[in-house]
């Protein structure tokens, strides 16, 4: 193999793997097309663009994003870095300072020797070592390039964004800041709402307009990205036992739990934006405002910006990538984030984090790293190349596709944090590369 890798696409995937290869004296191309030409869900020039929401969320060992986390820790992960170095306050989970973010990763990677930064469009695959971590949103023209080497490159589904509003716009006497079951601190501002003023706004907001998005159908949005028009479209009740819950939440104007409570988390370290919890959504501009606005706490809101919907394509992995997420027709490429159906900003780092320390192993004739599908790293590699039963379906980290522990801890809680003790310690077991 040559020495240099060029790198498509300077998002959480790309910008990892870059920072993995130059760790380890690997001259990196990396190109991204932003500020030149934009998808319709990037706005910022800067790199790891945080394009939904700006949680990275559980930051627990209970919970295998987790584990993740801190698998990466331990690999020297710059978005790691980045986050806690950013981050906001936001319970239990881990929120990062959206802008603060991006800045963070993209001086990083700008000021290091080993890294030469282009700003244009990639509209063939080059030929030599190659990453492509042009991500969900990549250009008509590449997609072209790609699907003639993955003919099922067809795979694809809908994510949406929350909308954002201005903190002092927020009337708090409507409002109470809290987190659930009191954990943590009272990091996020929640929105009460009672049994009549809830079903008035699901009435209305069933019926909203939507923005036009060809294609566009219900059961092709993704899960885990469901816009909060689609669910209520499910039932009544959907919105109370999914974001709009208000378990463990005490109002303290009442005294007791409200009907319905939206959530408000920080969206940057000075706390002047704060975006609606599980609110992605891709009804019109207008409709936004008229019906979130329906939301006593934000019923004079400044929307500083509205949600949108985008689509995201992936590939069918299993069969097209192995386990170092290399193309089998073609080892020379490799494809790194959410294109190769890791779902997440966090998965799809790890995904970058691997095929940057796989691609320098490879290059530099080390013994490569194969972390063990008993930690999330590797777990989610196995998925990607072969993992899955059934149709393949983009997937977030989560303890189901871990392996598992072999022998019976009592209470799922023990169980996670034994799988994420075992994880963390088999990260580096045997990796050399592991600081």
């Known amino acids: 193999m040559t020495k240099d890798v060029v790198i498509i696409g300077a998002g959480l995937a790309g910008s990892e793997c870059a920072w993995q290869l130059a760790r380890r004296h690997i001259p990196v191309k990396l190109i991204d097309m932003k500020p030149e030409n934009y998808s319709q869900a990037h706005h910022s020039p800067l790199f790891a663009e945080l394009v939904c929401s700006n949680s990275l969320r559980s930051n627990e060992l209970s919970n295998a994003v987790g584990l993740l986390k801190e698998e990466m820790r331990r690999m020297d992960s710059l978005i790691m870095e980045s986050a806690d170095a950013t981050k906001v306050p936001a319970g239990g989970a881990l929120a990062v300072d959206r802008d603060g973010f991006s800045r963070y990763i993209t001086e990083k990677l700008e000021m290091d020797p080993y890294v030469t930064v282009e700003h244009r469009e990639v509209t063939e695959i080059p030929e030599g070592n190659v990453i492509i971590a042009s991500g969900p949103?990549?250009?008509?023209?590449?997609?072209?390039?790609?699907?003639?080497?993955?003919?099922?490159?067809?795979?694809?589904?809908?994510?949406?964004?929350?909308?954002i509003v201005s903190a002092e716009t927020i009337d708090m006497s409507s409002a109470f800041l809290a987190s659930r079951y009191d954990k943590g601190t009272p990091d996020y501002i929640n929105c009460p709402m009672n049994e009549q003023e809830y079903k008035d706004f699901i009435r209305e907001l069933v019926s909203a307009e939507e923005a036009e998005t060809h294609g566009f159908e219900d059961s092709k949005v993704f899960e885990g990205c469901m816009p909060v028009e689609v669910m209520a479209r499910r039932g009544e009740d959907t919105l109370r036992f999914g974001p709009m819950k208000p378990v463990g939440l005490t109002d303290p104007h009442t005294g007791k739990e409200a009907y319905a409570i939206v959530q408000l988390r920080k969206d940057n370290l000075s706390g002047t934006m704060y975006n609606l919890v599980g609110f992605q959504t891709h009804l019109t501009w207008p409709e936004q405002k008229r019906i979130f606005s329906m939301i006593p706490a934000l019923k004079n809101a400044e929307f500083v910006r509205y949600g949108v919907m985008h689509r995201n394509t992936y590939i069918d992995s299993p069969g097209h990538l192995d386990r170092y997420y290399r193309l089998i027709s073609d080892p020379r490429i490799r494809f790194a984030g959410q294109m190769t159906g890791v779902e997440g900003y966090i998965e799809s780092a790890a995904s970058g984090m691997l095929v940057g320390i796989e691609t320098a192993a490879e290059i530099l004739g080390l013994e490569q790293a194969d972390f063990p599908s008993t930690t999330a790293i590797g777990a989610l590699a196995a998925y990607i190349s072969g993992g899955s039963i059934g149709p393949f379906q983009p997937m977030n980290v989560n303890f189901g596709i871990i392996d598992p522990l072999g022998y019976r801890v009592k209470g799922k809680r023990n169980k996670n944090l034994e799988l994420s003790k075992r994880g963390i310690i088999q990260t580096c077991t045997g990796n050399s590369q592991c600081d």
């Open 137 to 163: 949103l990549t250009s008509d023209s590449l997609a072209e390039s790609i699907q003639s080497m993955c003919p099922e490159f067809s795979l694809h589904f809908f994510d949406a964004v929350a909308p």
